[in-house]
């Protein structure tokens, strides 16, 4: 049992957000219950445009999901099957689904060990004449390495659909916002993202006109004009009600990512302080299974922006950790526990589970904590505290990962 620490610490409180900004939203869901205008209308519009510019888009295309933006994406290239589409096998499970849905095969392959994203060399090896798209995840807020990316797409002619479902905001080290340089790009407004609406909500982009008139023909069942159909699409019209609410929220969003940041900042300074770490970004844990902290820079390059959608550490001793935490009414969250290529309705693909060493780890060590902006750094020095305290009484034992000697990434 744990007496000396008492103060709870939520994964994510979102109550605390509404009431900092009550009265506007309140506002802006009667302006929608006054208008009687559900679907798209002009609330919709004037978001478009709103994210239009904030994320140095062309055009936005808000829709009902963020697993509705993929599946959209995938539908406006006409892919299906017979055609590959190359994915990391370490995300959420709506990018490898996606794929499947429209009837193709997802190709899965590694994600780097320092950035927890796809790894650019495995996309290069893994492309063949049925490559219809590469998907590269920008996990947990941190982008992926999208200029190989599109150098290698664009040896092949692939298009690349940037899944920036966690990652709004999310810049690389020359400014660029991702989504806003692959060929489609792909946001989630879920609640628990950094830009969440009330409910279900996503958002599409793009730089193409062609697409864009695409895409907003399947958003609306393939309809252009009304009731005249050239292609099949679907239902996937964002409500005004969640285009109201976004619209509220957008403008605090660059201060709820700088809230975010100096948040990790803090923990990174408190677990290196605690010695659970020697530097931010560093791979391997030490003799006695140190924690290791999430990579904030590029291997060798300039740092991107980071949003820290999710504050993501590694544990050798993960599942007990999070005991701990729980015991001590810390929350935190395993994303994710079973990579693609272990889940149950792939089997028929018959992926050999020792091609992918780094998801494998990473699904044993990866715990995320609390990083939401309203936290205060006491919270925050009451997670360090608790984790150090649990480390201490694990230091001589061995890492619960069955692949560290495969991976490379832990001794």
């Known amino acids: 049992m744990i007496l000396e620490f008492s103060m709870p610490v939520p994964l994510l ?7 900092t900004l009550k009265h506007e939203i309140d506002a802006a869901l009667i302006r929608v219950a006054e208008s009687q205008v559900s679907i798209l209308g002009p609330e919709v519009d004037a978001l478009e445009r709103e994210l239009e510019a904030y994320l140095g888009v062309k055009h936005a295309i808000g829709v009902s999901s963020g697993t509705d933006a993929l599946l959209m994406a995938m539908m406006a290239y006409n892919i299906g099957p017979g055609d590959e589409v190359i994915i990391p096998t ?3 499970f709506a990018t490898a689904g996606c794929v499947a849905r429209v009837g193709a095969t997802p190709v899965l392959v590694d994600v780097d060990h320092v950035s927890y994203n796809i790894d650019p060399e495995a996309v290069r090896k893994a492309i063949t004449p049925r490559t219809k798209a590469i998907i590269p995840v920008h996990l947990f807020g941190q982008a992926a ?6 150098a290698i797409a664009a040896e092949h002619n692939i298009p690349v659909i940037e899944d920036a479902a966690q990652a709004i905001g999310t810049q690389t080290a020359d400014g660029r916002r991702v989504g806003s340089i692959g060929h489609i790009g792909c946001f989630s407004f879920y609640p628990t993202k950094n830009l969440g609406a009330f409910g279900d909500g996503g958002l599409v982009t793009t730089n193409s006109d062609e697409l864009n008139v ?7 069942h393939g309809m252009e004009p009304r009731y005249y159909h050239k292609i099949m699409g679907g239902n996937f019209r964002l409500d005004a009600i969640q285009g109201a609410v976004l619209r509220v929220k957008l403008p605090h969003l660059a201060s709820w990512h700088a809230a975010r940041r100096r948040n990790a900042d803090i923990y990174t300074r408190l677990f290196i302080e605690a010695g659970l770490s020697q530097a931010p970004g560093h791979t391997q844990f030490d003799e006695h299974n140190r924690i290791l902290l999430p990579a904030v820079m590029n291997p060798g390059g300039a740092p991107d922006v980071h949003i820290f959608n999710q504050y993501t550490i590694r544990s050798a001793h993960r599942d007990a950790l999070r005991a701990h935490l729980q015991a001590a009414g810390i929350g935190s969250e395993v994303y994710y526990p079973v990579p693609f290529h272990r889940q149950e309705c792939f089997t028929q693909h018959g992926f050999n589970d020792a091609d992918y060493p780094v998801s494998n780890c990473l699904a044993a060590t990866v715990l995320s904590l609390p990083i939401f902006p309203e936290l205060n750094e006491e919270q925050l020095r009451e997670v360090v505290a608790t984790i150090a305290e649990f480390e201490r009484t694990q230091a001589a034992s061995p890492s619960e990962c069955p692949d560290c000697a495969e991976c490379g990434t832990l001794v």
């Not at 409180?13 to 009431?19: A, E, G, V």
């Not at 390495?145 to 599109?150: K, L, S, T, V």
């Not at 695409?214 to 609306?220: A, E, K, T």
């Open 13 to 19: 409180d979102l109550k605390l957000q509404y009431h």
């Open 90 to 92: 370490f995300s959420f």
């Open 214 to 220: 695409r895409l907003r023909q399947i958003r609306n």
């Open 145 to 150: 390495d999208i200029d190989a990316i599109m």
